[in-house]
Protein backbone atom coordinates (compact mmCIF):
# COMPACT_ATOMS: atom_id res chain seq x y z
CA UNK A 1 0.00 0.00 0.00
CA UNK A 2 1.20 3.42 -0.81
CA UNK A 3 2.17 5.95 1.91
CA UNK A 4 -0.97 8.28 2.27
CA UNK A 5 0.00 12.19 2.19
CA UNK A 6 -2.61 14.88 3.56
CA UNK A 7 -1.52 18.31 2.16
CA UNK A 8 -2.87 21.51 4.02
CA UNK A 9 -2.73 24.15 1.38
CA UNK A 10 -2.72 24.80 -2.24
CA UNK A 11 -0.46 28.21 -2.45
CA UNK A 12 2.88 27.98 -4.46
CA UNK A 13 4.48 25.97 -2.39
CA UNK A 14 1.69 23.36 -1.92
CA UNK A 15 0.92 23.26 -5.69
CA UNK A 16 4.43 22.72 -6.49
CA UNK A 17 5.02 19.90 -4.20
CA UNK A 18 1.79 18.23 -6.36
CA UNK A 19 3.47 19.13 -8.97
CA UNK A 20 6.57 17.44 -8.54
CA UNK A 21 4.40 14.07 -7.07
CA UNK A 22 2.85 14.17 -9.73
CA UNK A 23 5.59 13.97 -12.03
CA UNK A 24 8.06 11.53 -10.68
CA UNK A 25 9.70 10.37 -13.64
CA UNK A 26 13.20 9.96 -13.59
CA UNK A 27 13.64 11.00 -9.79
CA UNK A 28 13.52 8.97 -6.83
CA UNK A 29 11.51 5.58 -7.26
CA UNK A 30 9.93 5.58 -3.70
CA UNK A 31 8.09 8.62 -4.73
CA UNK A 32 6.06 6.30 -6.81
CA UNK A 33 4.97 5.09 -3.60
CA UNK A 34 3.13 8.43 -2.78
CA UNK A 35 -0.36 8.88 -2.77
CA UNK A 36 -1.99 12.38 -2.59
CA UNK A 37 -4.59 11.06 -0.75
CA UNK A 38 -6.29 15.02 0.39
CA UNK A 39 -5.51 18.38 0.00
CA UNK A 40 -7.62 20.95 1.97
CA UNK A 41 -8.07 24.34 0.34
CA UNK A 42 -10.18 27.04 1.36
CA UNK A 43 -12.30 26.95 -2.03
CA UNK A 44 -13.32 24.53 -3.96
CA UNK A 45 -14.14 27.02 -7.02
CA UNK A 46 -10.67 28.36 -7.38
CA UNK A 47 -9.19 27.33 -11.03
CA UNK A 48 -5.98 25.17 -10.67
CA UNK A 49 -2.94 24.94 -12.56
CA UNK A 50 -3.18 21.48 -11.20
CA UNK A 51 -5.85 18.42 -11.48
CA UNK A 52 -7.13 16.90 -8.46
CA UNK A 53 -9.96 14.70 -8.44
CA UNK A 54 -12.75 16.38 -6.36
CA UNK A 55 -12.86 12.76 -4.32
CA UNK A 56 -9.11 14.32 -3.41
CA UNK A 57 -9.59 17.95 -2.70
CA UNK A 58 -11.73 19.31 0.25
CA UNK A 59 -11.94 22.29 2.74
CA UNK A 60 -12.40 20.06 5.88
CA UNK A 61 -8.69 20.67 7.00
CA UNK A 62 -9.63 19.21 10.57
CA UNK A 63 -11.25 16.05 8.86
CA UNK A 64 -7.28 15.57 6.71
CA UNK A 65 -5.57 15.79 9.95
CA UNK A 66 -8.05 13.62 11.99
CA UNK A 67 -8.46 10.79 9.22
CA UNK A 68 -7.09 7.81 10.30
CA UNK A 69 -5.96 6.93 6.50
CA UNK A 70 -3.49 9.70 6.49
CA UNK A 71 0.13 8.65 7.20
CA UNK A 72 1.95 11.89 6.46
CA UNK A 73 0.46 15.40 6.96
CA UNK A 74 2.32 17.95 4.50
CA UNK A 75 1.63 21.85 6.05
CA UNK A 76 1.48 24.36 3.83
CA UNK A 77 -0.61 27.28 4.61
CA UNK A 78 1.60 29.54 6.47
CA UNK A 79 0.95 31.67 9.18
CA UNK A 80 0.57 30.87 13.00
CA UNK A 81 -3.41 29.42 12.88
CA UNK A 82 -4.54 27.14 11.84
CA UNK A 83 -1.15 25.65 11.03
CA UNK A 84 0.07 25.32 14.78
CA UNK A 85 -3.44 23.83 16.13
CA UNK A 86 -3.67 21.50 13.12
CA UNK A 87 0.03 20.70 13.26
CA UNK A 88 -0.84 19.80 17.09
CA UNK A 89 -3.62 17.74 16.17
CA UNK A 90 -1.72 16.09 13.87
CA UNK A 91 0.68 15.19 15.27
CA UNK A 92 -1.02 13.99 18.12
CA UNK A 93 -2.95 11.48 16.35
CA UNK A 94 0.10 10.16 15.26
CA UNK A 95 0.58 11.51 12.09
CA UNK A 96 4.37 12.68 10.59
CA UNK A 97 4.86 16.22 9.82
CA UNK A 98 6.29 18.23 6.78
CA UNK A 99 6.29 21.79 7.06
CA UNK A 100 7.39 24.86 5.33
CA UNK A 101 6.37 27.29 8.34
CA UNK A 102 8.80 28.76 9.98
CA UNK A 103 6.94 31.42 11.85
CA UNK A 104 5.30 28.55 13.79
CA UNK A 105 8.76 26.26 13.93
CA UNK A 106 10.36 29.04 15.88
CA UNK A 107 7.31 30.58 18.17
CA UNK A 108 5.73 27.39 18.88
CA UNK A 109 8.71 24.75 18.38
CA UNK A 110 8.81 23.81 22.09
CA UNK A 111 5.49 22.47 21.99
CA UNK A 112 5.13 20.97 18.24
CA UNK A 113 8.16 19.09 19.19
CA UNK A 114 7.44 17.76 22.80
CA UNK A 115 4.03 16.56 20.81
CA UNK A 116 5.69 14.99 18.38
CA UNK A 117 8.14 13.10 20.47
CA UNK A 118 5.23 11.81 23.16
CA UNK A 119 3.74 10.82 19.89
CA UNK A 120 6.83 9.11 18.37
CA UNK A 121 6.14 11.06 15.19
CA UNK A 122 8.63 13.62 13.12
CA UNK A 123 8.45 16.86 12.16
CA UNK A 124 10.43 17.54 9.34
CA UNK A 125 11.34 21.24 7.81
CA UNK A 126 13.76 21.53 5.66
CA UNK A 127 11.70 24.06 3.24
CA UNK A 128 11.41 26.16 6.45
CA UNK A 129 14.92 28.05 5.87
CA UNK A 130 16.42 28.56 2.71
CA UNK A 131 13.89 27.48 0.34
CA UNK A 132 15.12 24.58 -1.82
CA UNK A 133 18.92 24.79 0.32
CA UNK A 134 19.17 21.37 1.99
CA UNK A 135 20.93 23.27 5.82
CA UNK A 136 18.20 21.69 7.82
CA UNK A 137 19.15 18.09 7.11
CA UNK A 138 22.95 18.86 6.89
CA UNK A 139 23.01 20.66 10.39
CA UNK A 140 21.07 17.46 12.02
CA UNK A 141 23.26 14.93 10.24
CA UNK A 142 26.50 15.01 7.53
CA UNK A 143 27.55 18.48 9.78
CA UNK A 144 26.25 17.44 13.50
CA UNK A 145 29.47 15.79 14.77
CA UNK A 146 30.98 19.16 14.30
CA UNK A 147 31.57 21.78 16.84
CA UNK A 148 29.56 24.64 15.31
CA UNK A 149 31.14 27.82 15.63
CA UNK A 150 29.06 29.66 13.64
CA UNK A 151 26.05 30.16 11.14
CA UNK A 152 25.71 32.97 8.95
CA UNK A 153 23.00 33.47 6.79
CA UNK A 154 21.76 36.15 3.93
CA UNK A 155 17.71 33.99 4.42
CA UNK A 156 15.62 36.51 3.72
CA UNK A 157 15.43 36.68 -0.46
CA UNK A 158 13.48 39.85 -0.29
CA UNK A 159 16.25 41.89 1.31
CA UNK A 160 18.34 40.58 -0.47
CA UNK A 161 16.65 41.70 -3.71
CA UNK A 162 16.19 45.00 -2.14
CA UNK A 163 19.89 45.92 -0.97
CA UNK A 164 21.60 44.24 -4.10
CA UNK A 165 19.36 47.09 -6.24
CA UNK A 166 20.60 49.78 -4.05
CA UNK A 167 24.17 48.96 -4.52
CA UNK A 168 23.58 48.57 -8.21
CA UNK A 169 21.45 51.53 -9.14
CA UNK A 170 22.45 53.88 -5.85
CA UNK A 171 18.89 53.71 -5.65
CA UNK A 172 16.71 54.82 -2.00
CA UNK A 173 15.68 52.09 -0.12
CA UNK A 174 11.69 53.29 -0.79
CA UNK A 175 12.00 53.77 -4.73
CA UNK A 176 13.33 50.04 -4.72
CA UNK A 177 10.96 48.50 -2.18
CA UNK A 178 7.89 50.24 -4.35
CA UNK A 179 9.44 48.62 -7.44
CA UNK A 180 10.07 45.31 -5.30
CA UNK A 181 6.38 45.55 -4.77
CA UNK A 182 5.82 46.35 -8.18
CA UNK A 183 7.71 43.32 -9.33
CA UNK A 184 6.24 40.58 -6.84
CA UNK A 185 9.55 40.64 -5.21
CA UNK A 186 8.32 42.56 -2.09
CA UNK A 187 4.92 41.62 -0.32
CA UNK A 188 2.27 44.13 -0.08
CA UNK A 189 2.91 44.53 3.19
CA UNK A 190 6.34 43.85 3.84
CA UNK A 191 7.10 44.10 7.61
CA UNK A 192 8.21 40.41 8.31
CA UNK A 193 10.67 40.77 5.25
CA UNK A 194 11.91 44.54 5.70
CA UNK A 195 12.05 44.37 9.57
CA UNK A 196 14.10 41.35 9.67
CA UNK A 197 11.48 39.14 11.33
CA UNK A 198 11.49 36.49 8.48
CA UNK A 199 15.20 35.94 9.05
CA UNK A 200 15.17 36.21 12.80
CA UNK A 201 12.67 32.88 12.81
CA UNK A 202 15.28 31.22 10.44
CA UNK A 203 18.23 31.56 12.38
CA UNK A 204 16.52 30.85 15.83
CA UNK A 205 15.98 27.62 13.57
CA UNK A 206 19.22 27.12 12.38
CA UNK A 207 20.71 27.94 15.90
CA UNK A 208 18.85 25.62 17.69
CA UNK A 209 19.98 23.05 15.44
CA UNK A 210 23.01 24.10 15.05
CA UNK A 211 23.98 24.30 19.04
CA UNK A 212 21.72 22.12 20.14
CA UNK A 213 19.38 23.89 22.24
CA UNK A 214 15.85 25.71 22.22
CA UNK A 215 16.04 29.31 21.16
CA UNK A 216 13.35 32.19 22.60
CA UNK A 217 12.95 34.07 19.73
CA UNK A 218 12.47 37.26 22.10
CA UNK A 219 16.14 36.58 22.66
CA UNK A 220 16.92 37.23 18.80
CA UNK A 221 18.15 41.14 18.30
CA UNK A 222 16.44 41.76 15.06
CA UNK A 223 17.12 45.18 13.19
CA UNK A 224 15.91 45.36 9.67
CA UNK A 225 17.04 47.37 6.77
CA UNK A 226 14.59 50.18 6.23
CA UNK A 227 17.27 52.88 7.61
CA UNK A 228 19.93 51.45 5.43
CA UNK A 229 20.67 54.63 3.13
CA UNK A 230 22.46 54.85 -0.42
CA UNK A 231 25.13 57.36 1.34
CA UNK A 232 25.94 54.20 3.50
CA UNK A 233 25.99 51.74 0.84
CA UNK A 234 28.12 53.79 -1.21
CA UNK A 235 30.54 54.73 1.63
CA UNK A 236 30.91 50.99 2.70
CA UNK A 237 31.60 50.35 -1.25
CA UNK A 238 34.58 52.85 -0.85
CA UNK A 239 35.99 51.06 2.16
CA UNK A 240 35.91 47.55 0.48
CA UNK A 241 32.48 46.42 1.60
CA UNK A 242 29.01 45.20 0.30
CA UNK A 243 26.20 45.91 2.84
CA UNK A 244 23.64 42.44 3.71
CA UNK A 245 21.05 41.44 5.96
CA UNK A 246 23.07 38.93 8.07
CA UNK A 247 21.43 36.49 10.53
CA UNK A 248 24.19 35.46 12.74
CA UNK A 249 24.46 32.46 15.29
CA UNK A 250 28.20 32.31 17.05
CA UNK A 251 29.24 30.89 19.96
CA UNK A 252 32.96 31.06 20.79
CA UNK A 253 33.65 28.05 22.90
CA UNK A 254 30.66 25.28 24.41
CA UNK A 255 30.29 26.75 27.38
CA UNK A 256 29.89 30.47 26.24
CA UNK A 257 26.63 32.18 25.89
CA UNK A 258 25.22 32.40 22.13
CA UNK A 259 25.04 35.66 20.55
CA UNK A 260 21.90 34.96 17.74
CA UNK A 261 20.86 38.33 16.26
CA UNK A 262 19.84 39.48 12.85
CA UNK A 263 21.16 43.18 11.44
CA UNK A 264 22.54 44.86 8.43
CA UNK A 265 26.02 44.48 8.03
CA UNK A 266 29.09 45.59 6.25
CA UNK A 267 30.69 42.60 4.70
CA UNK A 268 33.89 42.61 3.54
CA UNK A 269 34.04 42.73 -0.11
CA UNK A 270 35.97 39.17 -0.41
CA UNK A 271 33.67 37.54 1.94
CA UNK A 272 32.29 34.51 0.23
CA UNK A 273 28.57 36.07 1.38
CA UNK A 274 29.59 39.30 -0.47
CA UNK A 275 28.56 37.72 -4.23
CA UNK A 276 25.28 36.55 -3.20
CA UNK A 277 23.27 39.18 -4.83
CA UNK A 278 19.24 39.35 -5.69
CA UNK A 279 16.93 36.75 -4.01
CA UNK A 280 19.57 33.71 -3.55
CA UNK A 281 20.37 33.15 0.07
CA UNK A 282 23.34 31.47 1.31
CA UNK A 283 24.22 30.19 4.76
CA UNK A 284 27.66 29.83 6.02
CA UNK A 285 28.59 27.24 8.71
CA UNK A 286 32.09 27.31 10.65
CA UNK A 287 32.67 23.89 12.40
CA UNK A 288 35.22 22.03 13.69
CA UNK A 289 37.24 20.25 12.41
CA UNK A 290 35.18 21.00 9.31
CA UNK A 291 36.57 24.63 8.97
CA UNK A 292 33.75 26.98 6.33
CA UNK A 293 31.08 25.11 4.41
CA UNK A 294 28.54 27.42 2.23
CA UNK A 295 25.28 26.39 1.01
CA UNK A 296 24.11 28.62 -1.76
CA UNK A 297 20.37 28.59 -4.14
CA UNK A 298 17.23 29.62 -3.99
CA UNK A 299 15.72 30.72 -1.01
CA UNK A 300 11.77 30.59 -2.46
CA UNK A 301 9.93 29.93 -5.42
CA UNK A 302 7.54 26.68 -6.07
CA UNK A 303 9.77 24.82 -7.53
CA UNK A 304 12.60 25.11 -5.22
CA UNK A 305 10.35 24.58 -2.35
CA UNK A 306 8.90 22.04 -3.28
CA UNK A 307 12.22 20.39 -3.45
CA UNK A 308 12.63 20.40 0.04
CA UNK A 309 9.31 19.40 1.18
CA UNK A 310 9.27 16.41 -0.83
CA UNK A 311 12.62 15.12 0.08
CA UNK A 312 11.22 15.52 3.83
CA UNK A 313 8.11 13.54 2.83
CA UNK A 314 10.50 11.08 0.83
CA UNK A 315 12.58 10.36 4.33
CA UNK A 316 9.34 10.06 6.36
CA UNK A 317 8.39 7.14 3.22
CA UNK A 318 11.67 5.51 3.56
CA UNK A 319 10.57 5.59 7.86
CA UNK A 320 7.27 3.95 7.02
CA UNK A 321 8.49 1.39 4.61
CA UNK A 322 11.07 0.23 7.43
CA UNK A 323 8.41 0.27 9.46
CA UNK A 324 10.80 1.22 12.65
CA UNK A 325 9.39 1.04 16.38
CA UNK A 326 12.88 2.93 17.61
CA UNK A 327 13.17 6.88 16.88
CA UNK A 328 15.60 8.15 14.67
CA UNK A 329 17.90 10.45 16.69
CA UNK A 330 18.99 12.31 13.44
CA UNK A 331 15.70 13.08 12.57
CA UNK A 332 13.89 14.22 15.67
CA UNK A 333 14.56 17.58 17.67
CA UNK A 334 14.72 16.35 21.08
CA UNK A 335 16.25 19.62 22.54
CA UNK A 336 14.89 20.22 26.14
CA UNK A 337 16.79 23.31 27.29
CA UNK A 338 17.27 26.34 26.19
CA UNK A 339 20.25 28.00 24.69
CA UNK A 340 21.74 30.87 26.68
CA UNK A 341 21.71 34.16 24.78
CA UNK A 342 24.56 36.83 25.24
CA UNK A 343 23.07 40.21 25.91
CA UNK A 344 24.16 42.55 22.86
CA UNK A 345 26.29 45.18 25.01
CA UNK A 346 28.80 41.75 25.25
CA UNK A 347 28.80 41.32 21.33
CA UNK A 348 32.36 42.01 20.00
CA UNK A 349 31.98 43.43 16.63
CA UNK A 350 33.59 46.25 14.71
CA UNK A 351 31.18 49.00 14.00
CA UNK A 352 30.34 51.13 10.97
CA UNK A 353 29.48 55.17 12.07
CA UNK A 354 28.27 58.03 9.94
CA UNK A 355 28.49 61.79 11.52
CA UNK A 356 26.96 64.92 10.81
CA UNK A 357 29.07 67.58 12.15
CA UNK A 358 30.25 71.38 12.17
CA UNK A 359 32.90 71.67 9.97
CA UNK A 360 35.16 73.39 12.40
CA UNK A 361 38.84 72.60 14.03
CA UNK A 362 39.09 69.73 16.67
CA UNK A 363 36.09 67.83 15.68
CA UNK A 364 37.82 64.64 14.57
CA UNK A 365 40.54 65.00 17.38
CA UNK A 366 36.90 65.27 20.02
CA UNK A 367 35.80 61.81 17.99
CA UNK A 368 38.59 59.99 18.65
CA UNK A 369 38.94 61.06 22.24
CA UNK A 370 35.35 59.93 22.95
CA UNK A 371 35.99 57.00 21.43
CA UNK A 372 39.00 56.29 23.19
CA UNK A 373 37.99 56.86 26.51
CA UNK A 374 35.80 54.15 26.42
CA UNK A 375 38.78 51.77 24.85
CA UNK A 376 37.24 52.05 21.21
CA UNK A 377 39.78 51.72 18.62
CA UNK A 378 39.48 52.94 15.05
CA UNK A 379 40.59 51.48 12.45
CA UNK A 380 39.94 53.93 9.48
CA UNK A 381 38.42 57.85 9.46
CA UNK A 382 37.22 58.80 6.29
CA UNK A 383 35.78 62.58 5.57
CA UNK A 384 35.46 63.09 1.76
CA UNK A 385 31.89 64.24 1.81
CA UNK A 386 29.35 67.39 2.94
CA UNK A 387 26.46 67.47 3.41
CA UNK A 388 25.03 70.96 2.83
CA UNK A 389 26.86 73.34 5.58
CA UNK A 390 27.73 69.95 7.51
CA UNK A 391 31.28 67.66 6.97
CA UNK A 392 30.43 64.15 6.79
CA UNK A 393 32.41 61.45 8.81
CA UNK A 394 32.80 57.99 8.54
CA UNK A 395 34.50 55.94 10.97
CA UNK A 396 35.34 51.99 11.18
CA UNK A 397 36.35 50.69 14.49
CA UNK A 398 37.88 47.59 15.27
CA UNK A 399 36.79 44.30 17.75
CA UNK A 400 34.68 46.47 20.32
CA UNK A 401 32.33 45.13 23.49
CA UNK A 402 29.30 46.69 21.79
CA UNK A 403 28.54 48.47 25.15
CA UNK A 404 31.47 50.08 24.99
CA UNK A 405 30.56 51.35 21.58
CA UNK A 406 27.54 52.46 22.84
CA UNK A 407 28.80 54.30 25.77
CA UNK A 408 31.13 56.45 23.65
CA UNK A 409 28.57 57.29 21.52
CA UNK A 410 25.97 58.75 23.89
CA UNK A 411 29.23 61.00 25.00
CA UNK A 412 29.96 61.65 21.51
CA UNK A 413 25.69 62.77 20.78
CA UNK A 414 26.61 65.30 23.61
CA UNK A 415 29.51 67.39 21.97
CA UNK A 416 28.29 70.03 20.61
CA UNK A 417 30.26 70.15 17.13
CA UNK A 418 28.02 67.11 16.53
CA UNK A 419 24.75 67.47 14.22
CA UNK A 420 23.72 64.04 14.12
CA UNK A 421 24.42 60.10 13.60
CA UNK A 422 22.76 59.19 10.85
CA UNK A 423 23.95 55.77 10.56
CA UNK A 424 25.36 53.16 12.74
CA UNK A 425 25.68 49.11 11.07
CA UNK A 426 27.74 46.46 12.26
CA UNK A 427 30.91 45.23 10.37
CA UNK A 428 31.77 41.48 9.99
N1 LIG B 1 9.79 35.99 2.33
C1 LIG B 1 10.90 35.10 2.20
C2 LIG B 1 12.06 35.80 1.53
C3 LIG B 1 10.63 33.87 1.37
O1 LIG B 1 11.93 36.93 1.05
O2 LIG B 1 13.13 35.20 1.49
C4 LIG B 1 10.03 32.76 2.15
O3 LIG B 1 10.84 32.36 3.21
Redesign the pocket.
Known amino acids: MGVRLGILGLGTVGTGTVQLLQDSAGRHPLLQEIEIYRVGVRSLDKPRAIELSTEVLTTDLEAIVNDPAVDIVVEVIGGLEPARSLILKALSNGKHVVTAN?AAIARFGAEIFTTANQAGVYVMLEAAVG?GIPVIQPLKQSLSVNRIHTVIGI???????ILTRMQTEGSNFSDVLADAQRLGY??ADPT??VDGL?AAD?IAILASLGFDGRINLQDVYTEGIRQVSKTDIAYAEKLGFVIKLLAIAKRDTPSSPLSVRVHPTLVPQAHPLASING?Y?AILVEGEPIGQVMFFGP??GAGA?ASAVTSDILNLVAVLKTNTAVANPLLTCGHQEYCQIAPMAELITRFYARFLTNDQPGVIGKLGTCFGNYGVSLESVVQTGFQGELAEIVVVTHDVPEGNFRQALAEIQNLSAIESIPSLLRVL
Open positions: KGVNGTTNYAEADDKVNGAT
